[in-house]
């Protein structure tokens, strides 16, 4: 589209400048003019610009310096180069320094045109031999996941193996890790990945509505109970079932999905006709549940059910080699979404980013990289750009320095600064309302009198 292309027209002729951006508007580019190289350079920390139509002859700063300072400080910007005085010196001058063409004055606004179009075809070839290049890093993926930690990759290997199989799989690991997410790529590497996935989150729904939900209700079953209602285990037919936070189920619940899965029918609430189902089981919990067995607060032969394989999931701060592909991948997946341009983060950003552990995850990673992309004025993410928490070793006594002590004074401070708005502080710490209901239940946490 003619409208996204932003083209830069750097001319000391005010005359040659102005008709000329007026001729690109008329095209359908936005396009702006400077005076000078020096206007020029301004411009581009303003915004990233896809072509520079350059006048080699200017006062103070002429057109191959000025093309040399563009590709320093904004290398996917192409430089057209124009003049009066053509020679093959300059021409050749100008190309060898990164310039894509070069055109003579008077300038023709047809021929203008035809090098434009194909500068845009050129780049657009050039993308998709970035994309052919990003398609053999996908080494480093499995399908929405991203990592080239030796852990991770063993777990990929692992996950793409059990796939293939119909056993139930118990996904173990902190919130924000991407337990979701791997369900979700089993699913798509199964043998009923043409089948639905459904995922239902065990601890966001009240247990009484829980039964409901998960095998459905016939008409008048209960008060507000006016049609009849599938399950999400009718929904999963044929499918895959992901069942998150399975630690937080009652004992009722407990037993009820222990039956499913050992008849594999169900009756709807409210129902006396068993339901046949063909469902595959991918349960995941933040909760350490062997110990929840051991105390009797979790069936043993349901987690038996579940866990006939499992997968742990580490956290991002014992794989923190990720954190620069992972921004990548968040830079990339946000530029389409907000339709931005921005290229990279600088050292110093990522640095800031290394240096963090991480309580939230993989998810509080994509909450700042995105508030980043939002502010971002540049082609790069900068240290201003980035906002996490300030918890230095001197502002925290020696006994409150545990992983879970800074995570619960943080907690704290973002709800009361948000005056206790769930939905706020959640994303604010990025992570979803159900996490953050688990971590207040998890430390107690109250909110202020008054």
């Not at 954190?323 to 931005?340: T, W």
């Amino acid at each position: 589209m003619k409208g996204d292309i932003n083209i830069l027209v750097v001319d000391d002729e005010e005359i040659v400048r102005e008709s000329l951006v007026e001729w690109l508007r008329e095209e359908g580019y936005r396009a702006e003019a400077a005076s000078d190289g020096f206007e020029a350079l301004e411009k581009l920390k303003e915004r990233p610009w896809d072509i520079a139509l350059v006048d080699l002859k200017m006062p103070r700063m002429d057109g191959i310096e000025l093309l040399e300072k563009i590709k320093e400080q904004s290398p996917d910007t192409h430089v057209v180069i124009f003049t009066a005085y053509a020679t093959v010196h300059t021409a050749v001058q100008a190309i060898k320094k990164g310039a894509y063409d070069y055109l003579v004055k008077p300038l023709d606004p047809e021929e203008v045109s035809l090098l434009i179009e194909r500068l845009l075809q050129s780049r657009e070839l050039a993308r998709e031999v970035s994309y052919l290049r990003k398609e053999l890093k996908k080494r480093y993926q499995f399908h929405d996941l991203v990592s080239k930690s030796p852990k991770m990759q063993q777990i990929f290997e692992f996950a793409r193996t059990v796939a293939k199989s119909n056993s139930n799989i118990l996904i173990l690991g902190e919130s924000g890790t991407g337990k979701e997410l791997l369900a979700r790529a089993i699913h798509n590497e199964s043998p009923r990945a043409n089948g639905p996935f459904v995922a239902v989150s065990c601890v966001a729904i009240p247990d009484t509505l829980l039964e409901s939900e998960l095998f459905g209700h016939e008409k008048g079953a209960f008060t507000d109970a006016i049609t009849q209602k599938k399950g999400k285990f009718e929904l999963a037919h044929g499918g895959t079932l992901f069942l998150d936070e399975i630690g937080d189920i009652s004992p009722k619940m407990q037993l009820a999905l222990l039956r499913v899965l050992e008849e594999r029918e169900f009756t709807r609430v409210g129902g006396t006709k068993p339901i046949k189902v063909d469902v595959r089981i991918i349960a995941a919990t933040n909760r350490n549940l062997q110990k929840a067995v051991e105390e009797g607060r979790f069936r043993e032969d349901l987690y038996y059910r579940l866990n006939v394989i499992t997968i742990q999931l580490p956290p991002l701060r014992e794989r923190k080699e990720d954190i620069p592909l992972l921004v990548q991948h968040f830079i990339e997946k946000f530029n389409i979404q907000m339709g931005k341009r921005v290229e990279r983060i600088s050292d110093e950003a990522l640095r800031i980013l290394m240096q963090y552990d991480w309580p939230g995850n993989v998810r509080e990673l994509e909450n700042v990289i995105e508030r980043a992309m939002v502010i971002a004025r540049g082609n790069a993410i900068t240290p201003e750009d980035i906002q996490l928490p300030s918890l230095g070793p001197s502002q925290v006594p020696e006994q409150d320095k545990t992983l879970e002590a800074v995570e619960k004074a943080h907690i704290q401070r973002i709800l009361n600064e948000t005056n206790w708005n769930i939905q706020r502080s959640a994303q604010i710490l990025g992570i979803d309302r159900t996490t953050l209901y688990n971590k207040i239940k998890k430390y107690g946490l109250k909110r202020p009198e008054g």
